[in-house]
C-alpha cells in the first residue's frame, strides 16, 4: 500500500516561521514535522511514498531525498500552481492506480493508528475513510456529520459557531481506493472535502468516517506548534525524540555538552551538540535546537528554540520561538507568544514584547523596546470584528495606529486604483480616526470618496452606487460615547462577510501591508451631491403615493438622518414635527435612560399633536424605533410584524427574509396574506445577502433595522421610514389597530454560559438529543440548531460568536410551555458543557 504525504502548504499563519522555510520542514522536537509523519508511515509498514509539493519544493527534496536514511522509497510530484488538497493528488495519479492509498499531510502532528484504520476501510467496503478527531474548537477545520454505522452524511468547511453542529473534525488522512481519482478534474485546484466528497455523497458513494483515538494537531499556528512541542515532551503523543531520557522528561542528545550546575526541570529536550553553560537554567517546555549554545545565567521557560542559535548571558526567553541562526545578546528579554525569525541579530538588553514578529534577517539595536512587530510597523491581533465591526475604546484599543494598520490591511486585499467610500457620524472621535483611515488608504494606491458626516444608509448607497470596492464607516457604539465602532463594507454597501472578514484578518495578523510608489499614491475626493442622490434614487424607487398632507413626529436624535431628512420631507409633502434635528458631536450616542426619556417625548408628541405616527432614529440613520398614533411605544420585535403586516397585505405575493430568531407569529402574518418566508440566519450579512434575490419584498432583524429591497439591500432606516410612510398614507388602519389584530408571541429566550473549549461539544450533544426526540419533530441548521415540534413549537440553540454562552430562543403557544422548553434544552447544554 502507497502514502501520499502532502506537503506544499506555505503555512502562512505560521510567519515568520515560514518566510523562508515551508511548513513541513518545521521543527518539532528538533525534527521536521514531515519527518515525524514518515516515520508514522514506517511504523505501520508503509514504505512506498509520494510526495506532492509546491511551495519550496527544492528546500524539501534537498532535505529527505529518496528517503533511503528513514528507510522509505520517496518520490515526488511537484505542483506549478497551488492544486488544493484533492487536485495535488490527482497530479500524482500515475503512481497511485495499482492499488487502494493513504492520504496524509505532511504538516499535521500525529500518531494515529492507520494499521486499524486500514482494517476499518476495508471492513466496510469503503470508497474513502476519512479520519476523524473530536476537537474543542472546530472552527478552523472540517466538520463531518456520520450516523450511527460511521457512514459520512454531510460536510461544512470552517463553520461559524451558528453552524456548529459536531465537534467532530475532518484530520486530513484518508484511505482511498484509486478510482476516487476519476472525480477529480486534472490541472485544476479542487479540494477534497467542498468540491469532491459531497459530490460523491450525492452519487450515494460509501464514504465513511474513522473517529481516531489517538493525537492529532494540526499545526497551523503559533499556539499550535507551541502546543505540539510540549505534547511531544509529555509524551501525549507517540513520537522519536533525539537523545537520552537522563531524568524523568529532560532527553539530552548524545553530543551535547550539558555543564552539572545547569539547572534542568522538564520535561525539555537539549539538541545535538548543544552547550549549556553552568547558571543556565533551562525550565518546562524547552526545546533546545541542534548546535545551540546557552550561556551562563540564561533562563528559557516553554521556549522553541532553532538549531544554531546563540543565547547570551542573562538573556531570558519565556513562551517564544526562535528561528535558526539567531544571535540572542547578553540580557536580551524576549517574551510570551513572540516569534524571531532566522538570521536575525537581537542586541544586548533589547526587549521584545508579547507577541511580536521579528521576521528574518532584521536586527533589534541594543536596549531597543519592541512592541510591534519589525516588517510592517503593526501587531497582529486574535479577534479583530465582533457584531458590530471592530470596536473598542477611543484612543485606548481604537487608536490612529491602529486605523492606519487596519485601513492598510483593508487595502492590501483590494487592488491598486480602487475606490473606497468613507464616513463618520457627527462624534470628534469619528472625525480624527477616520482622517487616520483615509491617510492609510490614499498611501496604499487606493482612492478615497469622503462622504464626510453622513448617515450610515447614505455611505451604503453611494459604495453601490459608485461602483466602488468597499467603504470604511466610523460610529459611536450605542449606548457608549466612550467607545467606536469601525464598519468595514463590501462593493454592496454591506458589512463584510465572513469570508471577507477572515481574508482581512490575515493580512491583518500576518502585517504584510501593501504600499504604494510615490507615483502610485492615490486621490482624496469629495462627493458633492451625495445626500440629493441618495434622496431622489429612494423616491424613485420607494411607493409615496397617497401621503399628502400626513402628519408624522420625527426624532432624529442629534444624528446624521437630520442631513438627508428635510431634502426627502420637503419633496413629498408631508407635514413633519421634527426634533433633535441638529448634529451633536459631544453626545453623539446616548445612555439607555436617555433613551427612554426621548422616546417618552416623542409619545408625548406624537399624542398631543394627533400624528400618524412617530419614528426615532438612531445617530446614524440605520434602525428606528415606532410610536404608534395612541403615543404607545411599539417594541422591537412588535414593531417587526407590524411592518410586515403592512407590506405583506399591500403586496400579496413575494418573500420576506427574517432571522430564525424571528417569533413564528411572522409566518402567521406572511400566510393570511399569501407571502412567504425566507429564515437566514444571524450573521451580520445575511439579511443583505437575502434581499438581493428578485421576488423579496421585505426583510427585518427584529431590532429596529429594516431593508427596503426595491431600493437596497442593506438596512436603511431612512428608507424604511419613507416606506412606511406611504404604507400607513395607504391603508385604512392605524398602526395600534395593525398591532391589535396581530397575536402575541409566547416568545422566550435564555443564556447559558458555555466555555469555548466545551462549544464543539455542546453542540454534538444537542444534535445527538435533537435526533434523539420524537417521531414529527424537525430539525433545521440554517443557524445553529431548531427543533421544531408537530405543534408549531421550537427552540433554537445558538452559540454565540463573540461571548463564551450559548443562547437559545423557545416559542409555544403558551408561556409555560416555552419555559420548559428552555428549561428542558438549557439543561442538555449545561451537561454538555460541564
Known amino acids: 500500500m502507497k502514502a501520499v504525504v502532502m506537503a506544499g502548504g506555505e503555512g502562512t499563519r505560521l510567519r515568520p516561521m515560514t518566510a523562508n522555510q515551508p511548513k513541513p520542514l518545521l521543527p518539532v522536537v528538533n525534527r521536521p514535522i514531515m519527518e515525524h509523519v514518515l516515520r508514522l508511515l514506517k511504523r505501520h509498514s508503509i514504505t512506498e511514498t509520494v510526495v506532492t509539493l509546491q511551495f519550496l519544493a527544492a528546500l524539501v527534496r534537498n532535505y529527505f531525498g529518496d528517503g533511503d536514511e528513514l528507510g522509505m522509497n520517496l518520490q515526488y510530484a511537484t505542483e506549478d500552481v497551488p492544486l488544493g488538497t484533492a487536485g495535488s493528488v490527482k497530479n500524482a495519479a500515475a503512481r497511485l492506480r495499482d492499488d487502494r492509498f493513504l492520504v496524509i499531510s505532511g504538516d499535521a502532528l500525529t500518531d494515529i493508528d492507520l494499521s486499524d484504520m486500514v482494517r476499518f476501510h476495508r471492513e466496510n467496503s469503503a470508497l474513502v475513510t476519512i479520519g476523524l478527531k473530536r476537537v474543542p474548537n472546530p472552527l478552523e477545520f472540517g466538520i463531518v456529520i456520520v450516523d450511527e454505522g460511521n457512514r459520512v452524511q454531510r460536510f461544512l468547511e470552517k463553520p461559524t459557531w451558528g453552524q456548529v453542529f459536531s465537534d467532530t473534525v475532518n484530520t486530513g488522512v484518508y484511505i482511498m481506493e484509486p478510482e476516487v ?27 465513511f468516517g474513522y473517529v481516531a483515538e489517538g493525537y492529532w494537531e494540526d499545526v497551523g499556528t503559533h499556539d499550535s506548534y507551541l502546543k505540539a512541542q510540549a505534547d511531544a515532551l509529555s509524551g501525549r503523543v507517540a513520537v522519536d525524540i533525539g537523545g537520552f531520557e537522563v531524568s524523568p522528561g529532560v532527553w539530552v542528545a548524545e553530543s551535547a555538552s550539558v555543564d552539572p550546575d545547569a539547572v534542568l526541570k522538564g520535561p525539555l529536550l537539549v539538541g545535538a551538540y548543544a552547550k549549556v553553560e553552568a547558571g543556565a537554567e533551562l525550565r518546562e517546555y524547552t526545546v533546545l535546537g541542534n548546535n545551540t549554545v546557552v550561556r551562563e545565567g540564561a533562563f528559557l521557560h516553554r521556549a522553541v528554540v532553532h538549531d544554531n542559535v546563540y543565547l547570551g548571558p542573562g538573556s531570558h526567553l519565556r513562551g517564544c520561538v526562535i528561528g535558526k541562526s539567531t544571535d540572542v545578546m547578553a540580557g536580551a528579554r524576549i517574551e510570551e507568544n513572540a516569534v524571531i525569525g532566522d538570521e536575525c541579530v537581537i542586541e544586548p538588553e533589547a526587549y521584545v514584547s508579547s507577541g511580536v514578529k521579528v521576521y528574518p534577517f532584521k536586527t533589534i539595536e541594543a536596549g531597543a523596546v519592541v512592541n510591534t512587530s519589525v516588517i510592517w510597523e503593526s501587531r497582529g491581533q486574535r479577534s479583530l470584528f465582533g457584531p458590530r465591526g471592530v470596536s473598542g475604546l477611543v484612543n485606548v484599543e481604537i487608536t490612529p495606529e491602529l486605523c492606519v494598520r487596519l485601513a492598510s490591511a483593508y487595502a492590501t486585499t483590494l487592488k491598486k486604483g480602487e475606490h473606497v467610500v468613507t464616513s463618520r457620524d457627527s462624534s470628534l472621535a469619528a472625525r480624527a480616526l477616520k482622517r487616520a483611515v483615509i491617510g492609510a488608504l490614499n498611501a496604499s494606491a487606493i482612492n478615497v470618496l469622503d462622504l464626510e458626516a453622513a448617515p450610515l444608509p447614505v455611505a451604503r448607497f453611494h459604495t453601490a452606487r459608485e461602483s466602488a470596492a468597499g467603504g470604511i464607516a466610523l460610529r459611536t457604539t450605542a449606548g457608549d460615547p466612550q467607545s467606536i465602532d469601525i464598519v468595514i463594507m463590501d462593493d454592496r454597501g454591506a458589512d463584510l462577510p465572513p469570508a471577507a472578514q477572515r481574508k482581512l484578518e490575515r493580512v491583518f495578523s500576518r502585517q504584510e501591508f501593501r504600499r504604494a510608489f510615490p507615483g502610485e499614491i492615490a486621490e482624496l475626493r469629495f462627493p458633492a451631491r451625495a445626500v440629493e442622490d441618495y434622496a431622489y434614487e429612494l423616491l424613485r424607487c420607494v411607493d409615496m403615493t397617497g401621503i399628502r398632507d400626513m402628519k408624522v413626529v420625527v426624532d432624529c436624535a442629534g444624528g446624521t438622518s437630520a442631513l438627508v431628512l428635510p431634502t426627502l420631507l420637503g419633496r413629498v409633502g408631508v407635514d413633519v414635527l421634527t426634533v433633535n434635528a441638529r448634529l451633536d458631536d459631544i453626545s453623539p450616542t446616548e ?24 419614528v426615532r432614529f438612531d445617530p446614524v440613520g440605520e434602525r428606528i424605533a415606532l410610536v404608534d398614533e395612541m403615543g404607545q411605544l411599539i417594541g422591537e420585535e412588535r414593531a417587526l410584524l407590524v411592518v410586515l403586516d403592512l407590506i405583506a397585505a399591500e403586496r400579496r405575493t413575494g418573500r420576506v427574509a427574517l432571522p430564525v430568531t424571528t417569533t413564528r407569529v411572522a409566518e402567521q402574518v406572511c400566510r393570511f396574506h399569501g407571502v412567504q418566508v425566507r429564515w437566514t440566519s444571524t450573521a451580520v450579512d445575511a439579511l443583505t445577502s437575502a434581499a438581493v434575490d428578485d421576488d423579496m419584498i421585505f426583510a427585518g432583524d427584529g431590532r429596529g433595522g429594516f431593508v427596503v429591497p426595491e431600493f437596497g439591500p442593506a438596512i436603511d432606516g431612512v428608507a424604511a421610514f419613507m416606506r412606511l410612510l406611504g404604507l400607513v398614507a395607504r391603508t385604512r388602519l392605524s398602526l395600534s389597530q395593525i398591532d391589535a389584530r396581530i397575536p402575541e408571541a409566547k416568545l422566550l429566550k435564555r443564556t447559558v454560559p458555555t466555555p469555548w473549549a466545551a462549544k464543539g461539544a455542546v453542540m454534538r450533544s444537542v444534535i445527538e438529543a435533537a435526533e434523539a426526540e420524537p417521531d414529527g419533530c424537525r430539525v433545521d441548521t440554517t443557524d445553529g440548531v431548531r427543533v421544531a415540534a408537530e405543534d408549531g413549537s421550537w427552540v433554537l440553540i445558538l452559540p454565540a460568536a463573540t461571548e463564551p454562552v450559548t443562547d437559545l430562543w423557545a416559542e409555544a403557544a403558551d408561556v409555560d410551555t416555552a419555559q420548559s422548553l428552555l428549561e428542558h434544552w438549557a439543561r442538555v447544554v449545561e451537561e454538555a458543557a460541564s
Open 181 to 207: 481519482l476519476d472525480a477529480v478534474a486534472s490541472g485544476e485546484p479542487v479540494d477534497w472535502s467542498a468540491d469532491v466528497f459531497p459530490t460523491l455523497l450525492e452519487r450515494g458513494a460509501p464514504i
Open 591 to 614: 445612555t439607555f435612560a436617555e433613551r427612554r426619556r426621548d422616546l417618552q417625548r416623542l409619545s408625548e408628541l406624537v399624542s398631543s399633536s394627533r400624528a400618524a405616527f412617530g
